[in-house]
């Protein structure tokens, strides 16, 4: 049978959608499942050793107990920003179609597959093509990874609906980065966005 698989995507870049996908890959490894990890474009790379590096891979890979190879990251740019952006600097064409290539290879290795967008689901990757396009391309469902303050839940909801308006399926909903001690915001905006986005809110990661 094909891999189980998500992709993780965010209400705005900095959410910690690397930490969550790094702890599901995790907790899904100690129950005893092998896990593939995939960042498919990573823009703002660091060099090493005279090479680009995607850190959020290397998170990704470590959590998951499996190696780094050009399957986990197809598209490593140097400059942070808007990854259609950083390709044309770089001189790259970002292709869905290689990156499809590579996830249905991981597909077929291991159980379960965690594929970490860039970004939200606007984030323009290649020409008019957005990530959206390519969790569609992928024919993956999303978890929206969102930050817990004051005007989360406005982003989280925008996210949620524009996800089932362009046909992607929404399993759930992450609030990352939850204190010990919240506010009076991030006290209520779980459960709102719980019963508003019309997604199971799966869990609060805490601020670590």
């Not at 291991?110 to 606007?122: K, N, Q, R, S």
């Amino acid at each position: 049978m094909p891999a189980k698989s998500i992709f993780i995507t965010g209400t705005d870049t900095g959410v910690g959608k690397t930490i969550a996908s790094a702890t599901i890959a995790m907790l899904l490894r100690r129950m005893g499942h092998s896990v593939g990890v995939m960042k498919p474009v990573t823009s703002g790379c660091i060099e090493r050793d005279g090479a680009l590096v995607s850190e959020d891979a290397e998170l990704l890979a470590f959590a998951a107990g499996v190696p780094v190879t050009p399957d986990t990251t197809p598209y490593l740019l140097r400059a942070p920003l808007a990854p259609s952006v950083s390709a044309s600097q770089d001189g790259v064409r970002i292709s869905f179609d290689v990156i499809k290539e590579a996830y249905q290879r991981l597909a077929a290795q291991y159980d379960f597959v965690i594929v970490e967008g860039a970004g939200g689901l606007m984030v323009p990757l290649a020409g008019g093509l957005l990530v959206a396009d390519l969790a569609l391309h992928l024919g993956l469902p999303i978890a929206v990874v969102a930050r817990p303050n004051l005007g989360t839940i406005n982003h989280t909801l925008l996210t949620t609906f524009t996800a089932r308006t362009l046909g992607l399926t929404v399993k759930g909903v992450i609030v990352n980065r939850y204190p010990d001690a919240p506010d009076q915001a991030e006290a209520y905006a779980p459960h709102m966005i719980d019963s508003l986005s019309g997604s199971q809110l799966l869990g609060l990661f805490p601020d670590l």
